[in-house]
C-alpha cells in the first residue's frame, strides 16, 4: 500500500474537464513502512514500477484527480491500478464531498498547513522545499486519516452547518478496481 499526492504547476482556468492538460510539479508518496519517496516533474516516470507493484494506491480526491494528471505522463492504464479514495468512500457516507483538512481538523485535532494555491505559489517562486513539505504534508495527514478509520471504524466531518458530527467509515466505499477480464470459459 501507499499513499499519494501530487501538486501541480498554476494553470489558467482550474478547469477539471481539462485534466489532460494540467502538469505535476510535485508527487509526494509514503509506503506503508513510512518511507517518504520524492517525485519532481522529470521524476514521474520512475513512480510507474511503484504504483504498479502496490497493492493499493491511497490518495483523497485521487480517482478523479491525482491518478488521471498522472495519466498525462504515464499513460491512461494507471487509471485503472487499484485505488482507495478516502473522499469517495466518505462522500458515500455522508452525502457531501468534504474537504481533507476539515476531516483531519475534526477527526485528528490536525490541520493542514495551507491550500492548494499555495503549492502553484511556491512551484512559481521556486521555493521547493515549502512545496515539498506542503504535500508530503498532505501525504502524512491522509495516511493518518485512512489509519484513524480502519482501526476506529469511523472518522469526524463538519457538518453543512459547521458542528462535529461522526459517521461510520468504510475505507472499502471508496474502493476502484481493474474490471476483470471476461474469460470464455466453454469447454469447446
Known amino acids: 500500500m501507499i499513499f499519494l499526492d501530487i501538486e501541480t504547476k498554476a494553470v489558467e482556468n482550474f478547469d477539471f474537464s481539462k485534466l489532460n492538460e494540467f502538469q505535476i ?18 521524476d514521474i516516470p520512475k513512480l510507474k514500477p511503484i504504483l504498479e507493484a502496490t497493492d493499493w494506491i491511497v490518495g483523497y480526491n485521487s480517482i478523479s484527480f491525482d491518478l ?6 504515464l499513460g491512461t492504464e494507471v ?4 485505488q482507495i479514495d478516502l473522499m469517495v468512500a466518505v462522500h458515500k457516507q455522508i452525502g457531501f464531498r ?5 476531516l483531519v481538523s475534526a477527526t485528528l485535532g490536525r490541520s493542514k498547513i495551507g491550500k492548494g494555491l499555495d503549492a502553484t505559489i511556491y512551484w512559481a517562486n521556486g521555493e521547493l522545499d515549502k512545496l515539498r513539505e506542503y504535500c508530503m504534508e498532505d501525504v ?3 495516511r493518518d486519516l485512512y489509519e484513524f478509520g480502519k482501526k476506529n471504524g469511523y472518522v469526524n466531518y463538519y457538518d453543512k452547518q459547521g458542528f462535529v458530527r461522526q ?3 468504510d475505507w472499502e466505499l471508496g474502493k476502484k478496481v481493474k474490471k476483470p477480464v471476461e474469460q470464455n470459459l466453454s469447454l469447446f
Do not use: Q
Open 140 to 142: 502524512r495527514l491522509t
Open 79 to 82: 487509471n485503472e491500478l487499484p
Open 167 to 169: 459517521t461510520k467509515v
Open 25 to 42: 510539479s510535485y508527487t509526494g508518496v509514503i509506503d506503508d513502512n513510512g518511507n517518504e519517496v520524492d517525485f519532481w516533474e522529470e
Open 98 to 102: 468534504p474537504k481533507l483538512d476539515d
Open 68 to 73: 488521471p494528471v498522472i495519466a498525462n505522463y
